[in-house]
């Protein structure tokens, strides 16, 4: 019988202490999500600067296949090569320029091979820091024309000319477009329009809440929603 009290008395134990721990954590949570919210509306209010410019590069390798990701801005790919190069402009908020600088001090434009992925090329925060909000980083990418192109962004467009593999081009609030021939293409937005042309294998085009233009293709295995 002794057990069984014990039991239940560890068993209260626990959930009190799940109780309080859950509650800790959820505290945090909403005070990094107030914390968010008032830098967001900070920053909206502040001018911006462009605070670096530059440029990654990668030679040419028979691999062709290319992630690009981007959460802070636009992506734009062109065709290039032999070699894989990403021109890219850092531009920050801030009541001045210097202080525009120390927000976006910490952030990375990297490019990257790994021979079980292919090429990558993505923004992010040195030590695992956020990036800083209102913070934009624009990319431009020229890479082999014939890549097997996947690109990524979330609150900004993403615009492929020229490309003539295989692209998928995915964008949460942005428009998404595809001026090309290229061997099929997949485009998805949650928010934005979605705008193909010329692509020649199977196209599909996918908006939530955007328009959708499909113009000079040359397949017939098309679906848009």
Not at 96 to 104: K, L
Not at 112 to 132: M, N, Q
Request: hydrophobic share 40%; with cysteine; net charge positive.
């Amino acid at each position: 019988m002794r057990w069984r009290v014990l039991a239940a008395v560890l068993f209260v134990m626990a959930c009190s202490y799940g109780l309080v721990w859950g509650l800790g954590y959820a505290r945090t949570r909403l005070r990094g999500v107030a914390r968010t919210i008032a830098e967001q509306i900070e920053t909206s209010t502040q001018p911006r600067f462009e605070v670096a410019r530059g440029t990654r590069a990668l030679p040419a390798h028979s691999d062709k296949r290319l992630r690009v990701e981007n959460r802070a801005g636009s992506v734009q790919v062109r065709p290039g090569g032999p070699g894989l190069a990403v021109k890219y402009a850092i531009i920050a908020p801030g009541r001045d320029e210097a202080e525009a600088r120390r927000r976006a001090a910490s952030v990375r434009v990297r490019a990257d091979r790994d021979p079980e992925t292919g090429d990558s090329i993505w923004v992010t925060a040195a030590g695992g820091k956020r990036l800083p909000p209102g913070l934009t980083v624009d990319l431009i990418v020229y890479a082999a024309p014939d890549s097997q192109l996947s690109v990524k962004a979330v609150s900004a467009s993403v615009e492929v000319t020229g490309m003539q593999g295989d692209v998928a081009a995915q964008s949460v609030s942005g428009e998404v477009n595809i001026n090309s021939s290229a061997r099929s293409v997949m485009a998805h937005t949650v928010s934005g329009s979605i705008s193909i042309v010329g692509a020649q294998g199977k196209t599909e085009a996918r908006s939530t809440s955007g328009s959708v233009n499909l113009a000079n293709l040359h397949s017939n295995d098309i679906a848009a929603r």
